[in-house]
């Protein structure tokens, strides 16, 4: 897909696209989603970055299998430059403190961190840059949804029942805030045994295609459950990059042309009207 299909004015200095990749429920994979959908939208032809705004669990650092000893670099003493990694413009809250310290801050504090975080990095040319929302729709979720010009946002969610639940509210605090909900990516879909080669659903069935129809969204994908995504993610080579033709690789391929097309039909603002009177 050409990379101009997307021409909106960026929304920050040097990103056109933000888009909110969040869950209700931890552990669902958002991470895992984000590091290898930014992935499969590079290999379409777009410049990506990740911000890693994961304060209470960053992984990005570690999935893209950068060293905990590099540290993004200043070179006016006001603004970072991205760590590049596989391609991805990279940054992340890990980078900028001590791994081994507790992130016990609270909302105000955490928000306005991601805020920093955000807007004094040098993002240079992005088409898109995903965001990897903390889990949960709290007061920093909700903080964060509503001080960036966020493009839209994407759910990540387990078929099970407790997982979609979550997930049905991270829609509505998006919708609270006026953010397009631009798809649900259902996780974790089925699994295929790697010895008898058995599937089977084992968070259950259908349930990424039903909260998609009940919040009038889209399903933009589903992903399998496979023990080695875990592995490569562990490893710190994401499988789009590492494995591309895996079915796996081909799903997420398949998430972000569908991703680009949700975007590509959200309107632009429209202009201001000048009326004139005598
Ligand atoms: N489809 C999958 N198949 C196998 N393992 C997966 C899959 N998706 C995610 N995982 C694994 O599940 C674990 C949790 O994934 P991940 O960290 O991406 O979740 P998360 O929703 O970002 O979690 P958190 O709530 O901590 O932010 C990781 O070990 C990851 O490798």
């Excluded at 950068?66 to 990279?90: C, M, N, R, W």
């Excluded at 949960?136 to 839209?152: E, F, S, Y």
């Excluded at 295929?192 to 259950?204: A, D, R, V």
Aim: hydrophobic share 40%.
């Amino acid at each position: 897909m050409p990379r101009t299909c997307l021409r909106r004015k960026p929304v920050i200095e040097g990103v056109k696209n933000i888009v909110a990749v969040a869950s209700g429920k931890g552990g669902v994979g958002k991470s895992t989603v984000t590091a290898n959908l930014a992935l499969a939208l590079q290999k379409l032809g777009h410049r990506v970055g990740v911000l890693d705004a994961d304060i209470y669990g960053p992984s990005q650092a570690q999935m893209f299998g950068v060293s905990p000893t590099q540290k993004p670099q200043s070179q006016d003493g006001q603004s970072f430059d991205p760590i590049e990694a596989q391609g991805i413009q990279l940054m992340s809250m890990a980078f900028l403190v001590d791994q081994s310290t507790p992130m016990i801050w609270r909302g105000p504090m955490a928000a306005s961190a991601f805020q920093q975080l955000l807007n004094q990095t040098r993002w240079s040319d992005l088409d898109f840059l995903l965001i990897d929302m903390p889990p949960g729709t709290g007061d920093i979720q909700l903080t964060m949804a509503q001080k960036v010009k966020v493009t839209g946002a994407v759910i990540v969610t387990t078929p099970q029942d407790i997982a979609l639940l979550d997930a049905e509210r991270g829609i509505e605090m998006f919708r609270q805030v006026k953010v397009p909900v631009l798809g649900v990516i259902e996780n974790m879909s089925l699994h295929t045994c790697s010895s008898c080669g058995h599937s089977e659903p084992i968070f259950g069935s259908g349930g990424g295609e039903r909260i998609a129809t009940d919040y009038q969204t889209q399903l933009l994908g589903q992903l399998p459950l496979t023990r080695r995504l875990r592995e490569l993610m562990d490893a710190g080579t994401p499988a789009v990059a590492q494995e591309p033709e895996s079915p796996t690789s081909q799903a997420f391929g398949q998430i972000a042309e569908q991703l680009i097309l949700q975007l590509s039909q959200l309107e632009e603002a429209p202009a201001p009207t000048i009326q004139f009177s005598e």
